[in-house]
């Protein structure tokens, strides 16, 4: 689900939380899981090419579900759900793609569907599943609602191309939803919010965070990764930079944190990129250079993070962090964004 995060809950506990920051100074900020990666192709049901970008929930039942991008052999993608009781092995795979493209209605999918991005909305009591349609016209940003990833009623593009990179906030802000997603424009690929009062018909379009400009890791293009985390400081964000080198693109990500009431106003960007492409799984694949998540759990501790991302285009893989110690190191690695008049 989509639990607060609270960082301060009662005197007692003061001395305990300012020893968990403390050590936060002595641990990685996201910690590669031992066994990736998790997934990859050799443990499909059926023929693919490729399993990555991957949404991912908490069930109920306290089962990790992610719901992943499969590359078939054909270079379209479609989603495929798989289930776990722990969230690292034993994954059981629907034997069949769990929602695929639909062109007949809606055509805007003639060439797939991709990266899902799924928040739990309690008002609805359902999962909404914001994923990348894509057609002649490009990528657009497309909803879908579910109870149970057997079914969905599908809301088709919301958001025109060229557009991705898009998540649902888990409630409504003076009774608005808000989606935060990705836009590419004359302007450059820099991240927007947009509002709307049915999830159908969206406008009140705002710029929040800019891709920075000349030699940073994040210049030209940045994009969200996986969906908002509301804490009590804000909501916390995860997203992607992409930094071009002569040898092609190096996908990292950075932090920044934006006002819990008004999601459009960001109050801390971290500077620098906290996490990148090192190991092999994630140097070399499909696309070299590339860690990409679209989706996270968040442990019983309720300061876990279990981020799922896609490993150079060809893999599932995992990496543990601390709420807290993002928080912290936003506090020390941050400051306010810049804003310039387009």
């Known amino acids: 689900m989509n639990p607060v995060i609270s960082l301060i809950e009662s005197p007692e506990s003061l001395a305990l939380e300012e020893a968990k920051v403390k050590a936060c100074a002595d641990m990685p900020l996201l910690k ?50 798989a289930r776990s009781a722990n969230g690292v092995d ?41 994923y990348t349609s894509f057609a002649r016209g490009g990528p657009g940003v497309s909803l879908a609602l579910t109870k149970d990833f057997r079914s969905f ?13 898009a998540a649902l906030l888990p409630r ?12 590419m424009t004359a ?52 997203y992607h930079g992409v930094r071009q080198t002569a040898s092609g693109s190096i996908y990292r990500l950075g932090l920044a944190l934006f006002d819990l009431e008004k999601p459009e106003v960001c109050l801390q960007r971290g500077n620098s990129w906290i996490f990148g492409p090192e190991a092999p799984y994630e140097r070399v694949g499909d696309v070299n250079d590339v860690v990409f ?6 442990g019983a501790d309720g300061d876990t993070i279990n981020l799922y991302y896609g490993a150079a285009d060809t893999s599932i893989a995992l990496a543990r962090g601390s709420i807290r110690c993002l928080l912290s190191w936003l506090d020390t690695n941050g400051s306010l964004p810049e804003r310039h008049a387009f």
């Open 187 to 238: 302007l450059g690929a820099h991240m927007w919010i947009s509002y709307s009062p049915d999830l159908r018909h969206w406008g009140s379009h705002k710029i929040i965070l800019e891709a920075r400009r000349g030699g940073w890791w994040d210049a030209n293009k940045i994009g969200l990764c996986s969906p908002p985390i509301e804490t009590a400081k804000g909501w916390l964000v995860i």
């Open 293 to 298: 998540p679209c989706g996270q759990t968040i």
């Open 90 to 130: 034993n994954w059981r795979i629907d034997p069949q793609p769990t929602l695929v493209a639909n062109p007949q209605e809606f055509p805007e999918e003639i060439w797939g569907i991709e990266d899902p991005r799924i928040t739990y909305v309690p008002e609805l009591e359902q999962y909404a599943v914001a």
């Open 32 to 81: 590669r899981y031992s066994g990736n990666p998790l997934l990859s192709r050799k443990d499909w049901p059926y023929p693919i090419n490729s399993v990555l970008n991957a949404g991912a929930v908490l069930l109920a039942d306290g089962e990790t579900l992610l719901l992943c991008r499969i590359e078939d052999r054909s270079g379209l993608s479609h989603l495929c759900a």
């Open 153 to 165: 009623e599908r809301f088709g593009v919301i958001m025109p191309p060229e557009d991705k990179d």
């Open 172 to 183: 409504r802000f003076g009774g608005r939803w808000a989606m935060i997603h990705r836009p």
